[in-house]
């Protein structure tokens, strides 16, 4: 067993990733198993999420950096109690949709017989339109399906360094625009998505926790790499987003119980949401934290 403390958790730039099999292990108190050897952790359920000191909280932040996905089990909360907690990992965003009826920090995730379709099905990374696009989301579930309606992440670290030299490096010279869609208008409560304005983000984007370098291009969101014609564009992005779903030695999948708490980092991982479950009920709450304008640090 390695834990993280030995791996320079905590430094600056200590990216603990490359060319690293990371075991289950203890850091500041949290234990984990982890769900492959280098993407995605399972916390033990010896301590509550609301139990933790900020010590804890902290560590479970550069956990999430290290690792992309964080998860844990029989998380009881009430949805005040997740915005609160929201708040001690950040600045939340929030949404006015909720009139009242939840904190405005939690976006409602839902699904039932009626549904013709969810929020998520399909890859991408959390508000990726936004001038600071979110850095951890944390989803809370509480009505689930008998089976399915998993969610499956794909860590960009490893798509990046899947690619070869010359790839990895024409990618680093280019920027992607990405536009708001239908979810971000839910968010901001604007009326129309011609009123949100689009951004330019680097195509790669380096973890400000811990240097690892991601591709920061998904298909929820980008509309075109701007440097390039519009038939590179697609091709190239085409090529990156075939990447991500097949490949499935850089993904992980969680199947969710009724208080099964995720983190996810957006910086470096895209996720999608199975919707094989109609028509079954599943409901649950995410809190959205604002991270910072991507970069790319050579
Ligand atoms: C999302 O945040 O995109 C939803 C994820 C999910 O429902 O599993």
């Not at 991982?269 to 995410?286: I, K, L, M, N, T």
Request: aromatic share 8%; glycine share 8%.
């Amino acid at each position: 067993m390695r834990t993280l403390d030995s791996l320079t958790l905590g430094s600056k730039w200590g990216s603990t990733l490359a060319g690293k099999k990371i075991g289950g292990g203890e850091t500041q108190g949290l234990q984990y198993n982890s769900i492959t050897p280098r993407f995605g952790v399972e916390l033990g359920v010896d301590k509550p999420l609301l139990a933790l000191d900020d010590e804890e909280v902290g560590a479970l932040v550069q956990l999430a950096a290290e690792r992309g996905v964080v998860v844990a089990r029989d998380q009881d909360m009430t949805p005040q109690q997740q915005a609160d907690f929201a708040h001690r990992l950040g600045s939340p965003l929030t949404t006015p949709v909720n009139k009242g009826k939840l904190p405005e920090e939690l976006l409602l995730i839902q699904a039932n017989e009626k549904s013709k379709g969810v929020a998520g099905n399909g890859w991408h990374s959390d508000v990726s339109s936004a001038v600071k696009p979110p850095g951890l989301s944390m989803l809370r579930m509480d009505i689930v399906p008998d089976a399915g309606g998993d969610t499956l992440f794909a860590d960009m670290r490893q798509v990046f360094e899947s690619l070869s030299p010359a790839m990895q490096n024409f990618l680093q010279t280019l920027h992607a625009r990405h536009e708001p869609r239908g979810h971000y208008l839910y968010l901001s409560g604007a009326k129309r998505l011609d009123e949100l304005p689009s951004v330019e983000h680097p195509v790669v984007r380096s973890h400000p926790l811990t240097g690892d370098k991601a591709i920061y291009v998904n298909d929820g969101f980008v509309a075109k790499i701007v440097e390039l014609s519009g038939s590179e564009s697609r091709a190239l992005l085409n090529m990156l987003y075939d990447l991500v779903a097949y490949a499935v030695n850089f993904q992980c999948r969680v199947r969710w119980q009724p208080n099964t708490v995720v983190f996810w980092d957006n910086r470096v991982v895209q996720h999608h949401a199975a919707f094989d479950y109609w028509p079954e009920r599943r409901r649950g709450y995410r809190a959205t934290i604002e991270g910072e304008a991507p970069i790319l640090l050579q």
